[in-house]
């Protein structure tokens, strides 16, 4: 279990508005960004930063597809976190 502190610092990294934006979506299943900018609305380089964020804080990582990454999350709390702040929302892990 994850001591105070890095609870607390995550909280920090995914507050941000684009970044849970990011997460509900990848709570669906594995997104790349190309599926992400359509759902979002946001630039590649704005998404592509967010993503490096999130992915440098162990939130969310990606796997190979093709020429593509698809991005996951790997954070099981995001998960607990999504459906406490968007209740009524359905937010499993899509494996």
Known sequence: MKNLKQKIDMLKVVSHPVRIRILMQLAK?????????????????????????????RVIDYYPDGKLRRYFIVEPMIYKLLEMLFSGATVTPVL
Do not use: T, W, Y
């Open 29 to 57: 299943g594995g997104r790349c960004v190309s599926d992400l900018e359509k759902f979002l609305d946001v630039s590649q380089p704005n998404l592509s930063q967010h993503l490096a964020i999130l992915r440098d804080h």
